[in-house]
Nanobody, 118 residues
């Protein structure tokens, strides 16, 4: 049973949009209630995994410079996490992973593929 599950990836043309979601399983829902940060990472083929965005419990967000103004991270009352991606560029292609961190846990999803064609 997967603990974090991403969805919403796919193939889009440059300039298009995608909305990624990350849902925690019921088995860990109580654990992640007291989270410190929820984040998105991505990894392009042959490249290192890089951090993309983070949202804190107080609502503060931060973004990788290259996605600032195009991507938006958010969460809902059920702690489902989202990444709205607009004006996508081929440079955004990669496997996107969600991560939920707390003082006593660190969960990762298995990734969802995002491919942006020119």
């Amino acid at each position: 049973q997967e603990q974090l599950v991403e969805s919403g990836g796919g193939l889009v043309q440059a300039g298009g949009s995608l909305r990624l979601s990350c849902v925690a399983s019921r088995s860990i829902s109580r654990t992640i209630f007291n989270f410190n940060g929820m984040s998105w990472y991505r990894q392009a083929p042959g490249k290192q995994r890089e951090w993309v965005a983070t949202i804190r419990p107080n609502g503060l967000t931060d973004y990788l410079a290259s996605v600032k103004g195009r991507f938006s991270i958010s969460r809902d009352v059920k702690n489902t996490m989202y990444l709205q991606m607009n004006d996508l560029d081929p440079e955004d292609t990669g496997v996107y992973y969600c991560r939920m961190q707390g003082s006593r846990f660190d969960y990762w999803g298995q990734g969802t593929q995002v491919t942006v064609s020119s």
